[in-house]
C-alpha cells in the first residue's frame, strides 16, 4: 500500500522494522549484510521550531511525575538520550562519570554528571532504569509526560538541558562535549535560541 500520507512516526516506525527484519535474517546466516542500513529517518517539516519546557512546565512535570520523576529528572539533569538512558547500569559509571555507547552515533561517549543526577544514580542498584526495558513503560511514560506537557517528547529534556546549558553561560565546546555532538555546528543551534528570561537578565546587569 502506499506510504503517502502516513506520520513521520509511522514511516519511521516501518523502516524501522524493516531494519529489524534483516538484522533478523542476518542472525540467522541467511544475509550476510542488512540492505536497509542506508535507510535514514525521516524529519517532520513541520516542526519547524525546536521544542523546549519553561520553568513553568518543568516545575508542573516533577510535581506531577510519580512513578516516572526519576527517569526525567535524570534525562533534564544529564541531557543523555532517553535511548541511551533507559540502557544504563551501574556498571557505566566510574564516580561521577559515566561512560556509554550511544544507540545513535555507535560510539562510546563518557561525560561527568552533575549532583541531582547522581543522587539518583546512587539510589539505584544494577540496571538504572529496569522498568524502561518494556515498550510498554516506554509508551505510557510518553503519555503521561504529553498529558502534562502536549506536545512534548522524551528528547525535549535533551533540548532544555541544552538550552539551559548554553542560557548559563556553558561554553559552545564544552556543551558539544557534554552531549555528545559529532559536529559544534549542531551544538550552535542551542545558542541560536537564547529565551526571553535570559536577555531580560543580561539586561538587568549591565
Not at 516542526?47 to 506531577?64: P, V
Not at 510498554?136 to 517528547?153: E, G, H, I, M
Not at 565546546?173 to 531580560?200: A, M, P
Request: with cysteine; glycine share 4%; net charge positive.
Amino acid at each position: 500500500s502506499s506510504l503517502r500520507g502516513l506520520a513521520t512516526s509511522t514511516l519511521n516506525r516501518k523502516k524501522q522494522y524493516i531494519k529489524s527484519f534483516f538484522d533478523f535474517c542476518i542472525g540467522m546466516d541467511w544475509l550476510d549484510k542488512n540492505p536497509a542500513l542506508r535507510l535514514k529517518p525521516e524529519r517532520d517539516k513541520r516542526e519547524i521550531e525546536r521544542k523546549y519546557f519553561t520553568k513553568d512546565e518543568i516545575n508542573h512535570i516533577i510535581e506531577y511525575a510519580g512513578e516516572f520523576e526519576d527517569f526525567w529528572v535524570f534525562l533534564l539533569e544529564t541531557g543523555i538520550r532517553c535511548t541511551d538512558a533507559w540502557n544504563l547500569s551501574k556498571a557505566n559509571f566510574n564516580g561521577n562519570w559515566c561512560k556509554w555507547f550511544e544507540n545513535k552515533n555507535k560510539r562510546w561517549v563518557s561525560i561527568p554528571l552533575n549532583k541531582k543526577a547522581m543522587e539518583i544514580v546512587n539510589r539505584k542498584q544494577g540496571v538504572l532504569f529496569p522498568e524502561f526495558k518494556f515498550i510498554s513503560t516506554r509508551r505510557k511514560a510518553l503519555k503521561a509526560l504529553q498529558t502534562l506537557v502536549p506536545n512534548a517528547k522524551h528528547h525535549t529534556f535533551r533540548h532544555t538541558y541544552a538550552q539551559n546549558a548554553g542560557n548559563n553561560g556553558v561554553s559552545k565546546e564544552i556543551l558539544q562535549r557534554l552531549l555528545g555532538h559529532r559536529s559544534i555546528t549542531t551544538t550552535e543551534k542551542y545558542f541560536n535560541d537564547i529565551n526571553d528570561q535570559s536577555l531580560q537578565d543580561y539586561v538587568n546587569n549591565c
